[in-house]
């Protein structure tokens, strides 16, 4: 959120009995002190209970809010924050929690409203003109927004810090011209200052000037060589210049800095800030089943045994509450058991290249072309796709590497993403033979993006969407003895494609509209087998199918995806 929030100063409203204003006030310093005590949901159900006591006061109306949004619930604080402001429109706190709410729901045009009615009471506020100014541009209300920028402009000319901010709010907006023209003038005032030569590097990036970029990009890694930002915006530089292996070796070199093991004495220090405690009950069940099998692996991983029993006594401690698929905030104590390793690198199991390739040699390559060409919009089933060496490398890869960082998924599966370090020279050759064995498919096409997702077993998989590129490949590698229904599994394929002028990021974040788009449609269903790969058009909708696995961690249903070419 753009400023910091605390109790407000809101006044309150109308009081209903049996509560009187100072002690509905004395609640709600009651429940803030659970908020920051991490007992954040304890306080939401204390604020929750207050405001139906007292329906009227504004002040609980306003602390409900603030809550329900940091507890990532925007759509239940919208009410309760517009209440506040309604009642006083110029109140710093509930203004900047609004917007940032309406930010979250893509509300722009209800954003502008809000500043613009909170500058008429605040005109001066630069803080509130670059939030009009963002929300306009957010709103693709693009004139309005150069006005107000060409209005501040005078004011703030001799500012590097407010012409970073201009340069952020247009780079941020995909005016990437704009963008590099601020950051330049920010640096002609501050000419060493590393965030506006790092943005600079992002915009040349997204403006396609690459070698300018590379340029910037390798000056700026010989002063701050560990820059987890810069790691990761240099390795994506590459990756979109087909060097897979400098991408990868970057992307893992900033893995290795983010993700490392915290120290003992960094635990207590890191879990101060709620950010680093926020998980799912399904990654923190994923978590200790796969510290108790490296463990039975023999994978020496230090304190394994106190960090497993940390992890049992969080989950026993967490299922008494209501908090499935959700993603929640462990308190200090809690964290202070687990934070060790919980979303960071245990351990990184090596896979190399193979001699004599990753794909099995047998497949007639040419007819696997030729199916895909035939089947209208372009899908092709193929099975025993690697060879047994492989499969058994990238299965013990993902069984041991702790690389399963992406938690928030709350259906039940975790992901490992490529810029979060997923990735290995096996990984690399894979996407390199599949590239020399169907040049006219895939062939033309680098690899866009590639990542891994692991189920729990008593959960959902992913719901309908799209993939922004030009060949999805989607391949399973855990045995069919864990799987408890050949019949599903695996993955469904509608042979219509998404509209081309769709925007990706909104509708894949509603599903319910593609599965209405696609509901009479004809769909491929393939069910899972382990070592299947489905090669298909990346703008066809498809979503994963029911499942149904073994118990177990090694019994996790698990797919690897790899996106080619660009939309």
């Not at 106190?306 to 104590?333: C, F, H």
Request: aromatic fraction near 8%; proline fraction near 4%.
């Amino acid at each position: 959120m753009p400023w910091p929030w605390r109790l407000a100063t809101v006044p309150a409203g109308r009081v209903s009995d049996p509560m009187s204003a100072t002690n509905t006030r004395q609640a709600l310093e009651d429940a803030m002190r659970l908020h920051r005590a991490g007992q954040r949901e304890a306080a939401l159900t204390r604020v929750r209970e207050l405001q139906a006591i007292a329906p009227a006061d504004i002040s609980v109306r306003y602390v409900l809010g603030a809550l329900e949004a940091d507890a990532g619930r925007p759509q239940a604080a919208v009410g309760h924050l517009e209440a506040a402001v309604d009642v006083q429109p110029g109140h710093d706190q509930a203004v900047v929690l609004l917007g940032a709410v309406y930010r979250t729901l893509a509300r722009f045009h209800d954003a502008v409203r809000l500043w613009r009615r909170y500058l008429d009471l605040h005109g001066g506020d630069m803080r509130a003109r670059f939030s009009l100014i963002e929300a306009l541009l957010s709103a693709g209300h693009r004139a309005d927004a150069d006005r107000e920028v060409a209005a501040v402009l005078p004011t703030v000319s001799a500012d590097p810090d407010a012409l970073l901010g201009i340069g952020i709010l247009y780079h941020s907006s995909g005016r990437h011209d704009l963008a590099i023209d601020y950051y330049r003038r920010s640096l002609s005032l501050r000419p060493g200052h590393l965030e506006t030569r790092q943005n600079l590097a992002a915009a040349l990036q997204a403006g396609g000037d690459l070698d300018a970029a590379e340029t910037l990009y390798r000056e700026l890694l010989v002063s701050v060589p560990d820059n987890v930002d810069l790691l990761r915006n240099f390795a994506t530089l590459c990756k979109d210049r087909d060097d897979l292996a400098t991408a990868i070796d970057h992307y893992g070199h900033a893995m290795r800095i983010s993700r490392r093991r915290l120290r003992s004495d960094e635990i207590a220090r890191t879990g101060r800030d709620p950010a680093y405690r926020r998980t799912t009950l399904h990654s923190l069940r994923l978590e200790l089943e796969q510290l108790v099998h490296l463990r039975d692996e023999g994978v020496p991983i230090e304190d394994v045994d106190r960090l497993i029993d940390g992890y049992r006594r969080v989950l026993e401690e967490l299922a008494a509450r209501s908090v499935e698929g959700q993603r929640i905030v462990l308190d200090e104590t809690q964290f202070a058991r687990i934070g060790a390793v919980m979303q960071r690198l245990a351990y990184l199991e090596p896979t190399a290249p193979l001699e004599g390739g990753a794909l099995n040699p047998d497949l007639d390559y040419a007819a696997i072309q030729q199916a895909y060409r035939d089947s209208g919009p372009g899908i092709v089933i193929v099975d025993e796709f690697l060879r047994n060496e492989a499969l058994v490398a990238l299965r013990r890869y993902l069984h041991l590497s702790t690389i399963w960082f992406g938690y928030g998924r709350v259906r039940g599966y975790c992901g490992s993403y490529m810029e979060d370090g997923f990735g290995n020279g096996l990984l690399l050759q894979l996407a390199a033979d599949m590239r020399e064995k169907l040049p006219d498919i895939v062939g033309p096409h680098h690899l866009n993006q590639m990542w891994a997702y692991i189920y729990d077993q008593t959960m959902a998989g992913i719901t309908a969407h799209a993939d922004p590129a030009a060949v999805n490949l989607n391949f399973w590698i855990t045995p069919d003895a864990a799987n408890l229904d050949a019949n599903s599994g695996g993955l469904v394929v509608s042979r219509r494609e998404a509209p081309r002028e769709w925007d990706f990021e909104a509708y894949n974040n509603r599903p319910e509209i593609l599965e209405e788009f696609v509901a009479d449609d004809d769909r491929c269903v393939t069910p899972y087998r382990c070592n299947r790969m489905v090669m298909f058009n990346s703008n066809l909708v498809h979503k994963t199918d029911a499942f149904s696995f073994r118990p177990g961690f090694t019994n996790r249903r698990i797919n690897i995806t790899m996106l080619f070419g660009d939309r």
